[in-house]
Every structure is written in structure tokens, then in C-alpha cells.
């Protein structure tokens, strides 16, 4: 489809041909930036009766989405430690897997997640290979259990077991702790489905060398490393912050490599942590989101809220909550991704969206952060000069704007934040989701990477749940 | 003044009020985005004959300028070593002081450029105190060069002397070496023209600790450190490469860092030294200054080519050079900068433009890519969504555009590349240039930071020396 709109910082007006990114061209239809105006569209019909009877109590939600907000504004998450998953996880059961997304059975899950529980049980010594441990999987013989329920997140797949090394990440405002795992590089990993010879003996290298080398990094250095810093500093230097990453992972080497200068560490294991983490431009994603985590549940349980404090997703269903409705999961399908593939890879081989790192768009930064990373489209396909948009879109979307995080390119406006499922659903425009995709069949890794939306459902379903508590 | 401008990407028309900066005012007025249409300028009186000479001939033209760009976009700057510049400047005599910008006698020094003179007589041993030392330059017992006839450039003053170390770029494909001291940090510099105790300290730590360790570390690199592919990729993360390095400085420290945990080299030299570069945001502008000189070295010397390989100033005068005019200068007077002063600061401050580091802007860097660096108004003042209008400005006074440097904002077209003294001449279009504001009293060190544009009296002088040569 075409788009036209005026473009003065280009040139001169010019024609928005969407090339690619159907995504692009929704945020160009619902963002205040058209040419055609299409008002607001009708609120879906089932949410009628919800919304007649939050209606009332307006004020209340207003207030408590100020409350929320305010929580969002002020974390101040600082990477703590880094510690393994059962020192890290309070109970944790040595049989337990955490996975990304809202809960979901061995019977329901995608091949990338199935792909990653096959591996994870692998690399903690229960099956000795594939077939024995999706058996085991199969009759019941290990636990399950989202990601958000403990603390954590985890990108893609998100399978977390007791033996791999997290990151910690404390927000000592609000008394919260974020953890996630280390990132495992691109192409071919456990997160993406992968579980063959070489994402094992990785696990394991991380495990045994890396784990400890940045722990002890961690632990030198001179004070907790402040990641509301951080990413506003990549804001500042064309990351978003969920698939745009190389400042990101550079503020943090600048962080971490000074400091294996000195501490008192096996040298050999210091000098193939450096080169592992320095290989890898999305190194930092995972502290990222850890800090993402601490900080959005600083904002939960506020009641009358319509902020929305987790996104997140399982490859086969969407799942979120808002801070107004406490623990409880709305879901819908995973959305489909509309990106980029990696040579040989097409849309037939593309897995529905999954992954716990919509947790950055719920904090202000990812999809929400675009106009920052105009280059991310030659990862995630479309127009550069359309990043902006799909940021000016979210604002219809949100509640507040950050005031840590800021876009250069809109003259230091700060990031939409605090995603309003009210609004969501009054506006029509869905949150974008920026993030990678993964192989539908267990076993393949990562095959692309784009955009998407959650479904409008889920944000219903949110509403339709926050107005039963002012019944 | 107001302009109004059409500014789709921002989501609405928006008055564009220039609060600050009259250049950005004037990249409005002359660049393809004004509203109000101004036209060509006419070519200034005094080189309509130049120009009439030239016209017969501007096929050569043409043809020279095309082989001098493509000395420009296939230039491979590497990082090969550190070495202090009596070693790496053939026939450098030991007191002989390097300086910016075309030649200039110390009775028309300027003030921060006789503060660093002073400070370099001193570091070299040759004085005791500042009234010795100037006296010693006074009496002529002292020799002085342009940078720039001795294959190196230098920052603000670019005083280089012979016990300091420098960075040494080749361009292996035309077999030049490009030469730049290592960055001192902000403030208080010899560069600015300071020559207090805590200067001269810092110097004489550069040479005996900084020096050796970066020089061991460079020496330790696996292969040659790709400049070229370093500031494109620093283009994609928010410098310009001028007066914004932070991702610069980054990308260095990536490479760099972990060698140092490698090296075979007094630990606590090598911790230190990396405590120092990592402090600097600006550390980065070295190498790349080195590279960017290498780059232009290549263009040089083509008959017939009005391409422009070198615009330095020595804080007195701007001074540059013609490819087709060979190692002559042409002169006008520093111009005045236009910005944002550190705190106690004011334009009564500032002394005129000086500085090599325009040999960024040489290359298709620094204010010719400022599109990508749209937080640098916070260095230099403007709007940030004014930062396009200045790149987008310059394609009217340039050849090309580069192969490599490219802008994700504009969908990467590559930054405007070749400066043409015709077309400088023609369109009134003056290159734009970034830069920092020494105090004009020696002595005192950076007092701020902004735009400036070199005088059009050099670029008529240009353009009548090459008409002679078609003579």
C-alpha cells in the first residue's frame, strides 16, 4: 500500500511506499503524522459493557496510572551480580524449566520452545539426547513455569534451567530484582530451538568460564552499573534497545573491560570471556531486560490501573497483565512476524511471536524507542526514515512519555511509556513489538527478524477484568 | 530569524525557530528544503574571469575530480602503530613545533596557540617557565610547520613536538601514512592553548605511561584496525566524528580493551591507560583525524581537480588546498563560531576557528554527516532536528557522495563527499564545519563548542590559482 505524507527533514514531500513492513504502514495509518485522517476507530463491541463501567471511576484509574507511571519513571535498576539460576531463583526445583510467555503445557508449545526444554534438559545432565529428553518432557517428568513468575525473563525461548549463569538486577527504590540469562550470541542457539552439539558445549563453556569471569567482573566493579544510564545513553546512539544493540553492548564492554584488567581471576578464562562478549552486538540485551524486568515490577499491583506491566510471549500465545489486575495472564495467538529473513529462510519457516523481551516495550524502550535507530531497519526490513513512526504511533498508545530516555531526533522528546490498555483499546493502535524470529521446527535456531503486534484480545480481555473490579 | 518548513517525519508542519544557531539558520536558507526559494547566489565579481578561463576546460575538470573522489571513497585507513613523532616525522628537528592550520609566524599567533606553544617549549625541556618560553619563541630560537606539510594533523592548536607520541594511519592502496597525538580530554589542554602544572603533567604521563601501553596495544592487534569501517559504523550510532565520538570512542575501546588483557606489558601502565581512554568520549577523534588525513593525501595532486584535500586553520587564518593546485595555500580570516559556552564563558571569550580537525569535514565526517548526530546540539547548540538541514545543505557544495559514510536517517544515502570550490563558488554554499572554542587568552583551555564556515575570499583565491593553471 501508499502512503503520503509530507517529509520536510528529507527534502521535499514525498511518497511513503511501504516496501515490505505492513507494520510501518498501520503505524503510518494510525499515527498522528497522516495525511488521510481515519478518527478513532469504534472500541470493539465486547468491551462496551467494561467500559461503561470503569466510566464512573475514571479518576480512580487516572490517579493509580499516575501512581504506576510515576514507579516507571523512577526505578533505578543497577546490575548487582551474576549468579546461577538456583542461587538466583528462590525454589527453584532442579527439574524445572522457566520459559518465556505466559503459561504453557509440553502439549501446546511451539518447536523453537520444545527445541530449547530439549536442549536445556540436555545440558543439565537428565536425557542424554533428544529423543530421551522429549520423552521425558512428554510424560510429565519435568516442571514448567513462565519466566515472570520468578523474577525473570528471558529472550526468545527463554528457557531458563538451574545450572545457567543470570544476570541480577536491582532496583533498590522500589526493592525489586530482575534476572536474566547471558546472551549466547546470534544464528544458532538454545533460545532460538537450537540444541545440537555446539549450542550444548556453550551452554556449558558459559556455565563453567564465562559465568564466573563476569561475575567476578560484576563484583569489581565500583559501583552497581546503572542501566537507566545505559540505555538512555544508547538511545542516544541508534539502539532501541531490543534488536538494535550495538551501544548498548559497547557502553557495556566499556563498563565490564576495564575492570577484567584487574580483578584476580584465571587470566586464559578473562581473556575468552572478553573476546565471547565483545563478539556479539547483542551482548546486552539481556541486562537490558533484566533491568526492564525490576523496573516494571516495581509497577504492579496498583489497583484501578489500566497500565499494562508485562508483554510477553510463548510462540503460541501472547500473554500480559496490567498492574490494575495483579498475576493474572490475558492472552491470545502469537502474532505473526513481518521482517527480514537470514539466506535460505522465508515466512513459511517462521515461528509466531515469542519471547519475554517485549518487557523493554513495556518500559519505554524497543519498538517504542525506534526513532533513536534508524539503521535497525537492516535487521528488521523497511524504511529507514519510517522508524520515527512506528515511535509517534505509541504515543496514542501510552500513557506518559519517559523522562529518562530520550530521542535526539524528536528534539529530546522522551519514549511513549507506560503502555494503557484502555487506550489500547480505545484507539485501536496496538503496541509494536520489535524482535527476532525463530524457526518453527525444533532444532532450526534463529531464521529472521521483524515486526509484529499483540492481539487486540488479550487488551479486551485486560479491560474487561480491571472494570470487574470496580463492580 | 524563522524559518517554516515542512517536517512530515515529526509528525506535523512545524515552525523551525532558530534559537541559537545562525549557521543552522543559514543551512535552512541555503539548503534544498527552504520554503522560500533564494536561488544561485552570483558567483562573487572578482572570480567571474577565473571561472570564464575554467569553462572551456571543465571537462578536465570533471574528469580530475572524478579520479580525486574515487581516491576518497577507496582510501583503506589502518591503524598501524604508535610512535613519538621524532621517530615518525622524517627530519623532524627537536625544535621544531608542529602547529594547525597554514603557516603563521609567532608574531601573528593567536592566543591559545602560543599557550600551547609555550606549554610544548616547556614538555620538550627547553624552558623552565611560560616568560622563557615565550621569550625563546620570540627570539626565533624556535622553528615552526604547519602539521599539514609534515603528513599530520592536529586538534585545536595541533601543536605536535618531538617527544610526543602520535597514532600512525596508512592507506596502504596510495601508499600515505597519516599522523595525529593521542587525545588529551576535555578542558584544561594544550590544545586550547593551557600550559599549567596539571598539563604539562598529563603530557609528560602520555609520553612515558599512555604512550608505550597504546602503543604496545596497538601492536598487539591481530590485523591493522579498520578506520574506514570504524566511523561507518559510528555513523550508525549517533557521532559525526567531529565533535560527537562517543561511539567512536567506543568501537576503539572494542578493539582495544581486550588486547590490553592480552599484552605483555606493566600491568598498572596498561590499567591505567585504559582508566584515561575510557574517561574520554572524545578519544576517538585522534585515530580518526589520523585516517581521515591519510584519506585526503591520497586526493592530492591531480591536475585540473578543484577538490578541495585540506581545510585547516591555525586560529589566525583558515587556510586550504586544492588537489589541482598542489601544496599551496589559500588564506582568509579564522571565522567566528557560533554556539554553546561552558559555564563562566561568553562569545567575548572565544578566540576564531583553529584547528586541523576540519580535515574530517575534508572527508565527508564531522559536519557533513551531522544527520546522524542529532544529540550533538547538546555539545553545540541548535535544534536536533536541525542536524539534517547541515548535511543536507552540504551535497550543494560537494562532488559525490560517499560510498562508505552513510546516514540511516536520510535511508542511508552516503554523506555529501569532495568538497568543489567551483560549486563553493557558484552556489555561495560555504562548508559547514563542527568544531570546539579555545579561549583566546593563552592559557585557558576549551571555552565551548559550535558551527562555524571558512571565508569565501580562499575559495575565490582557489579558484583563480587553478584558472591559471589552464592558462
Chains 1, 2 share one sequence.
Not at 530439549?118 to 514448567?144: H, K, N, S, W, Y
Not at 542457539?189 to 559465568?211: C, K, S
Not at 524457526?439 to 472494570?467: C, E, H, I, N, S
Amino acid at each position: 500500500m501508499t502512503n503520503t505524507m509530507s517529509a520536510g527533514a528529507l527534502g521535499a514531500p514525498v511518497e511513503a511506499v511501504n516496501i515490505g513492513l505492513e507494520m510501518f504502514a498501520e503505524s503510518l495509518r494510525t499515527s498522528a503524522v497522516e495525511v488521510t485522517s481515519v478518527g478513532w476507530r469504534p472500541s470493539p463491541a465486547e468491551v462496551q459493557g467494561a467500559l461503561d463501567t470503569i466510566a464512573p471511576h475514571l479518576g480512580r484509574v487516572r490517579a493509580a496510572n499516575d501512581i504506576v507511571v510515576e514507579r516507571l519513571q523512577s526505578a533505578e535498576p543497577r546490575l548487582v551480580d551474576v549468579l546461577v539460576a538456583r542461587e538466583a531463583i528462590d525454589g527453584l526445583g532442579e527439574r524445572t524449566f522457566l520459559h518465556a510467555g505466559p503459561p504453557v503445557d509440553w502439549a501446546d508449545m511451539c518447536g523453537p520452545l520444545r527445541g530449547a526444554v530439549i536442549g536445556a534438559i540436555m545440558f543439565e545432565g537428565l536425557a542424554d539426547d533428544p529423543e530421551a529428553a522429549e520423552a521425558m518432557a512428554a510424560r510429565g517428568e519435568v516442571d514448567f513455569a513462565p519466566c515472570h513468575e520468578h523474577g525473570a525473563v528471558g529472550p526468545m525461548a527463554g528457557v531458563v534451567s538451574p545450572s545457567m549463569p543470570m544476570w541480577v538486577v536491582d532496583d533498590a527504590v522500589h526493592g525489586t530484582r530482575g534476572l536474566c540469562t547471558l546472551n549466547e550470541g546470534l544464528g544458532k542457539t538454545l533460545r532460538h530451538g537450537a540444541y545440537d552439539e555446539g549450542v550444548l558445549t556453550r551452554l556449558a563453556w558459559m556455565r563453567d568460564v564465562l559465568g564466573p569471569a563476569v561475575q567476578a567482573t560484576v563484583r569489581g566493579l565500583s559501583a552497581p552499573l546503572d542501566l537507566r544510564g545505559l540505555a538512555a545513553g544508547a538511545l542516544q546512539m541508534g539502539d532501541e534497545c531490543h534488536n538494535r544493540l550495538r551501544a548498548s553492548t559497547s557502553l557495556l564492554l566499556r563498563e565490564l573491560l576495564p575492570v577484567m584488567l584487574e580483578i584476580d581471576h584465571p587470566r586464559e578464562a578473562v581473556i575468552e570471556a572478553a573476546r565471547f562478549m565483545n563478539s556479539n552486538d547483542h551482548f546486552g540485551l539481556n541486562p537490558i531486560m533484566a533491568g526492564a524486568k525490576a523496573t516494571a515490577d516495581a509497577a504492579r499491583d496498583v489497583p484501578g490501573s489500566s497500565i499494562v506491566t508485562a508483554m510477553a510471549r510463548n510462540g503460541t500465545e501472547f500473554g500480559m497483565r496490567l498492574s490494575g489486575t495483579g498475576d493474572r495472564w490475558f492472552t491470545g495467538p502469537a502474532g505473526v512476524i513481518d521482517g527480514l529473513f537470514l539466506p535460505g529462510y522465508g515466512p513459511e519457516d517462521a515461528n509466531p511471536d515469542i519471547g519475554d523481551s517485549t518487557i523493554t516495550e513495556t518500559v519505554g524502550l524497543g519498538a517504542f524507542a525506534m526513532a533513536a535507530a534508524p539503521a535497525i531497519v537492516k535487521f528488521i526490513g523497511g524504511r529507514a526514515s519510517e522508524a520515527s513512526l512506528a515511535t509517534l504511533a505509541m504515543y496514542d498508545a501510552t500513557w506518559s512519555e519517559s523522562r529518562s530516555y530520550q530521542l535526539a531526533v524528536l528534539d529530546f522528546r522522551g519514549t511513549p511509556l507506560g503502555i494503557d490498555a484502555l487506550e489500547v483499546v480505545h484507539s485501536g493502535v496496538l503496541p509494536i513489538i520489535n524482535t527476532g524470529i525463530a524457526g518453527r521446527v525444533a532444532g532450526t535456531g534463529q531464521v529472521g527478524a521483524g515486526l509484529t503486534k499483540p492481539p487486540m484480545g488479550a487488551f479486551t480481555d485486560a479491560v474487561t477484568a480491571l472494570a470487574a473490579t470496580f463492580a
